[in-house]
């Protein structure tokens, strides 16, 4: 239910938009958030949203990253900026729909030092 798009190569310093699309109906949409799993490494929260705007991000992406949503296209962004070679990994988007938890496929970001 969830499509996670936008993914790819960019180089060190650059910028990449991230977006997640929930598909269906769904009246009840709660905090969405987006993932990140390195090669080797367990996946983490990046970014978090509530469905009134309230955001969270983890301490090493805060000023460079931006999540935001809208709520009339289900659809969730992450604005990614100067970005770093520790940001590449798997990005999973989340969301909370009435009381599940469903993840989207990942879209892979590599960023070249």
């Known amino acids: 239910q969830l499509q996670a798009s936008g993914g790819g190569l960019v180089h060190n310093g650059g910028s990449l938009k991230l977006a997640c699309v929930v598909s269906?109906?769904?009246?009840?949409?709660?905090?969405m958030a987006w993932h990140r799993q390195a090669p080797g490494k367990p996946r983490h929260q990046v970014a978090e949203?509530?469905?009134?705007?309230?955001?969270d991000y983890k301490e090493s992406v805060k000023g460079r990253f931006t999540i935001v949503r809208d709520n009339a296209k289900n659809t969730m962004y992450l604005q990614m900026n100067s970005v770093k070679p520790e940001d590449t990994g798997v990005y999973y988007c989340?969301?909370?729909?009435?009381?599940?938890?469903?993840w989207g496929q990942g879209t892979q970001v590599t960023v070249s030092s």
């Open positions: 949203i509530s469905v009134d705007g309230t955001t």
């Open positions: 269906g109906s769904h009246a009840n949409i709660r905090a």
């Open positions: 989340a969301a909370t729909i009435d009381t599940w938890l469903y």
